[in-house]
């Protein structure tokens, strides 16, 4: 059972406009969603996280949208750049359940020049 | 700071072998986590260790295990590899047991022919 559902699975996007991420949960005990980026050949690293008691969090070009109700949260990138090429990944912990991460499916994102 | 090492990058098993894989984590984290990454069923968690303790397990068959050190080193086992088996393992360490920063190594890519 997939818990958390990712989508687009792939995305191209020109050198400077907004790449947006989806992902939707199904299990109400998660409380803590982070992102991820992984480059080929490395493992995944810590973007942006956020929990449920806020429904945006901004980091530089990078935002989490957080719609409780909807168990829905979002990724934008805003001016995307080549550079940020790479497969996202959401994910989501449960309270308690120390920290075990379920992951999306990932969304490869490729920025144009 | 060092970041997490795993050790070796490359293994390449014959069915019906055994395999050990290693995890240094980060100095002063006591939680390490094990996922295995393949482009069919993406990033699924193996188990999380805590001061030498299982956390939490996945959905793995017994052939898989881990154990911690009381240095907080980790390594994890599958024995009578399957061609299934063949995947990118990434071991994550974070500071603490609850929804803590999780930091990946590179992994350690296993073939088993």
């Known amino acids: 059972q997939q818990q958390v559902k990712q989508s687009p699975q792939s995305l191209i996007v020109q050198k400077g406009g907004i790449s947006i991420i989806n992902c939707a949960y199904e299990n109400t005990a998660f409380d803590y969603f982070p992102w991820y980026q992984q480059f080929p050949g490395k493992g995944p690293a810590l973007l942006i996280a956020?929990?449920?008691?806020?429904s945006e969090k901004k980091e530089g070009r990078f935002t989490i949208s957080f719609n409780k109700s909807a168990k829905q949260f979002s990724l934008h990138i805003m001016d995307s750049q080549p550079g940020d090429s790479a497969t996202y990944f959401c994910a989501a912990t449960v309270r308690g359940a120390g920290n075990m991460l379920t992951f999306g499916g990932g969304t490869r994102l490729m920025v144009k020049p | 700071k060092a970041g997490v090492t795993q050790t070796p990058r490359y293994l390449i098993k014959t069915r019906g072998q055994q395999v050990t894989l290693s995890c240094s984590p980060i100095?002063?984290?006591?939680?390490v986590s094990w996922y295995q990454q393949t482009p069919g069923q993406g990033l699924q968690f193996l188990f999380e260790y805590f001061s030498e303790t299982q956390r939490n397990k996945g959905n793995f068959p017994g052939r898989f295990s881990g154990r911690q050190f009381s240095n907080s080193r980790s390594e994890m086992n599958v024995s009578t590899l399957e061609l299934g088996d063949s995947a990118l393992y990434l071991c994550?360490?974070?500071?603490?047991?609850?929804?803590?920063?999780?930091?990946f190594g590179q992994g350690t890519r296993l073939t088993v022919v």
């Open positions: 100095s002063g984290h006591r939680s």
């Open positions: 956020i929990r449920p008691d806020v």
């Open positions: 994550a360490s974070s500071w603490t047991d609850s929804q803590t920063e999780a930091f």
